[in-house]
């Protein structure tokens, strides 16, 4: 999937490797793109979404190890 992203032209996604549950997944997300708004490179905003996501209680890793980025991360 990432790569087909890559081929319509985005150079960067956020994908996740397995499904994990829909409200946890849109709080990692939204913190995410808030992190980037305020100036975070792509990989500090995941790494500062995903610890903000451990200390709400989502410390297993089954919750916030599937998101990663794929293409340029910088």
Not at 42 to 51: D, E, G, S, V, Y
């Amino acid at each position: 999937m990432g790569r087909a992203f890559q081929y319509a032209g985005a150079r960067t996604a956020l994908m996740r490797l397995w499904d994990v549950a829909d409200a946890p997944s849109v709080q990692l997300v939204e913190t995410f793109y808030q992190k980037l708004k305020n100036g975070r490179g792509k990989l500090q905003a995941l790494r500062l979404a995903r610890k903000k996501f451990r200390a709400a209680g989502y410390d297993y890793p089954f919750f916030w190890a599937p998101f990663i980025l794929v293409g340029e991360v910088n």
